[in-house]
């Protein structure tokens, strides 16, 4: 029983998934079409990560390095389980089985340009069959939903606003024809698990190496992310001598 109530929502989801794919790459050509197709590209959000990224290691405390340390080491994790998966789920794109409409923006430098000039829009054919590789699950929203966890994680005041940019990318990539909707929706679940699972074995190399080999500096942080609040622990207050 519990097989076939399985095998009917799989046939469900496999029946809307296409149905969201048409609704959102509807095949019109909008005034945000550039937009959505800048948003989607690597290139485009990379020089910011770089600079925060040294900004935060340059000139940023401890919170600031243990957070870039995990996910900088947390993406390269996430990227090669996500060719494993890729490859064991085998899922083609929607242009390899249909006519979908694709955005592709024009390569500029600096690549926010990319914003002021007209992209091209077509619609996939025979060619595009065989180009690219499996679409289950996007590697672009296991990436950003991994990072949008670590900065909740550290930074719970306004690290929660990542989300918004991991939700556009995601929704980019069914818009401008690369995904479907299910590929993007399994790489969240896919990248909030594998993020807390790398935090939790984070924690443990942490407390057990430093404990050990490093006490001054476990005094002042037990916790790679503190209290849960970003904040480092304190450090206790000497006892007076009797």
Same mark, same amino acid.
Not at 9 to 26: G, K, Q, R, V
Not at 184 to 195: H, K, L
């Given at each position: /029983?519990?097989?076939?109530? %399985?095998?009917?929502? @799989?046939?469900?989801?496999?029946?809307?998934?296409?149905? &969201?794919?048409?609704? =959102?790459?509807?095949?019109? !050509?909008?005034?945000?079409?550039?937009?959505?197709?800048?948003?989607?590209?690597?290139?485009?959000?990379?020089? &910011? +990560?770089?600079?925060?990224?040294?900004?935060?290691?340059? &000139?940023?405390?401890?919170?600031?390095?243990?957070? =870039?340390?995990? !996910?900088?080491?947390?993406? @390269?994790?996430?990227?090669?389980?996500?060719?494993?998966?890729?490859? /064991?789920?085998?899922?083609? #794109? *929607?242009?390899?089985?249909?006519?979908?409409?694709?955005?592709?923006?024009?390569?500029? #430098?600096?690549? +926010? @340009?990319?914003?002021?000039?007209?992209?091209?829009? #077509?619609?996939?054919?025979?060619?595009? #069959?065989?180009?690219?590789?499996?679409? &289950?699950?996007? %590697?672009?929203?296991?990436?950003?939903?991994?990072i949008a966890v670590f900065c909740t994680l550290f930074y719970l005041r306004w690290g929660w606003l990542y989300w918004f940019i991991a939700a556009?990318?995601?929704?980019?990539?069914?818009?401008?024809?690369?995904?479907?909707?299910?590929?993007? =929706?399994?790489?969240? +679940?896919?990248?909030?698990?594998?993020?807390?699972?790398l935090l939790s074995v984070y924690e443990v190399v942490w407390r057990n190496v430093t404990r050990?080999?490093?006490?001054?500096? +476990?005094?002042?942080?037990?916790? @790679?992310?503190?209290?849960?609040?970003?904040?480092?622990?304190?450090?206790?207050?000497?006892? *007076?001598?009797?």
């Open positions: /029983m519990q097989a076939v109530k %399985a095998r009917a929502l @799989l046939s469900a989801f496999a029946w809307i998934t296409p149905c &969201f794919t048409l609704l =959102i790459n509807d095949g019109r !050509v909008r005034r945000s079409t550039c937009s959505w197709g800048a948003v989607t590209e690597r290139e485009f959000w990379a020089p &910011f +990560f770089i600079a925060i990224g040294v900004g935060a290691l340059l &000139f940023g405390g401890f919170r600031a390095r243990a957070f =870039i340390a995990c !996910v900088v080491l947390s993406v @390269l994790i996430a990227s090669g389980v996500n060719g494993l998966l890729k490859s /064991m789920v085998d899922r083609p #794109r *929607p242009k390899h089985v249909d006519e979908v409409r694709m955005v592709e923006v024009q390569s500029t #430098r600096p690549a +926010f @340009l990319t914003l002021f000039k007209i992209p091209t829009i #077509r619609f996939s054919d025979s060619s595009d #069959r065989n180009r690219s590789g499996p679409s &289950f699950p996007s %590697a672009h929203m296991t990436t950003n939903t991994v556009a990318i995601g929704y980019s990539r069914v818009y401008t024809g690369a995904h479907w909707p299910g590929d993007v =929706i399994g790489a969240f +679940f896919v990248g909030v698990v594998e993020a807390r699972l050990k080999w490093m006490p001054q500096l +476990f005094a002042r942080h037990p916790s @790679l992310i503190g209290d849960f609040g970003g904040r480092a622990q304190p450090r206790s207050a000497p006892q *007076p001598s009797r």
